[in-house]
């Protein structure tokens, strides 16, 4: 994996801080999708909301993009947002497009070829989710956090579902203190753990990632979602974490002190918000894999693809006993 400086590609692999830690970037693209295209949260604008106007990159395997693909689906977003899906396999030149997944406004190669346009002197990691806005011809963000945020609101007027918020005012103190947590110690937390260049730091950030999903176990068991009876988008930007979980993350990642599965009510969590209308058919469990496990090298150098874990996402998920709104 590389990443662009000056518009150029530059190919590197070091993710990690000389301590061993893993270090993400901060997202670079960081514009809002408004209903008037006034000023979003950030305080940046500009962008109105408009049928057809706007049009996502994404990745299968990626959980931040998932997310992003997710609350496109629960809103109702299919006719007015249209999707671009780059191959699981990224390479030394990133994330790319293929024949059979092919970009839909361009016909670029590499995902690394939209964000050039965007900015020809971009200097920036290439990932995905990206919201891309045909009327300017720019990258409106590459944050999935403010993308769904966007998604949730910006288009209720024009067809989106406005019947469901996921980040109601009453509920976000909490749903951000819960996403805070969750980010650092569990959606990053796996990655701190996975891509740890000395043993301290992974045992840092694997210990503390198991604190927190012990934790959610036991906040579930007396909720049927993080924050009470009404699903937010804290539930979702965990979902796509857990959903990858068994299948990479406690083998890939090394992330086996326990499975999900061993968990009892996160357990039935991930499977009640799997079988969620809508919501499967955003999930490809064979990209997850085929990506993680062929695309990390250093991690397993082979490229093998383990055949399990057998998963049954469609179990009854027994959480019906528990208050919903």
């Known amino acids: 994996m590389g990443r662009l400086v ?10 990690n801080a000389a ?44 959980p931040w993009a998932h997310r992003t693909l997710i609350v496109r689906s629960l809103k109702g977003l299919q006719d007015l947002i249209s999707v671009s899906v780059v191959d699981p396999l990224m390479d030394d030149y990133g994330w790319k497009f293929t024949a059979e997944q092919p970009d839909h406004l361009f016909g670029v190669e590499r995902l690394q070829e939209i964000y050039v346009k965007a900015d020809p002197q971009a200097t920036s990691r290439v990932t995905v989710p990206v919201l891309w806005d045909k009327a300017s011809g720019t990258i409106v963000s590459n944050e999935s ?3 769904i945020r966007m998604f949730n609101s910006a288009f209720d007027e024009l067809g989106g579902d406005a019947s469901l918020n996921l980040y109601p005012a009453g509920l976000r103190d909490e749903i951000d203190t819960l996403n805070k947590r969750i980010y650092h110690t569990v959606n990053n937390g796996v990655y701190k753990a996975g ?23 036991d906040l579930l068991a007396s909720r049927r979602f993080l924050t009470g009876a009404r699903i937010t988008e804290a539930d979702w930007r965990l979902f796509t974490t857990l959903l990858r979980f068994d299948p990479v993350y406690v083998g890939h990642f090394k992330c086996n002190i326990r499975r ?4 009892p009510n996160l357990s039935g969590f991930l499977r009640e918000l799997y079988q969620w209308p809508g919501v499967r058919e955003t999930v490809d469990l064979d990209a997850i894999k085929g990506h993680y496990y062929r695309s990390h090298l250093s991690i397993n150098p082979k490229g093998i693809v383990p055949v399990g874990p057998a998963l049954d996402l469609d179990a009854p998920h027994g959480r019906g ?3 919903a709104a």
């Open 6 to 15: 000056d518009g150029a590609w530059v190919t590197e692999q070091q993710w």
């Open 260 to 263: 999900i599965a061993d968990y």
């Open 195 to 217: 891509f740890a260049g000395t043993q301290a730091a992974y045992e840092e950030a694997v210990t503390a990632l198991f604190e927190t999903l012990d934790d959610l176990d």
């Open 321 to 323: 006993s528990l208050e």
């Open 19 to 62: 301590d061993g830690r893993f270090k993400r970037a901060e997202s670079v693209f960081r514009n809002w999708v408004t209903p008037d295209g006034s000023a979003g949260p950030s305080g940046k604008g500009g962008f109105k909301a408009e049928p057809g106007r706007y049009h996502l990159y994404v990745a299968m395997a990626c």
């Open 145 to 147: 956090s403010e993308i």
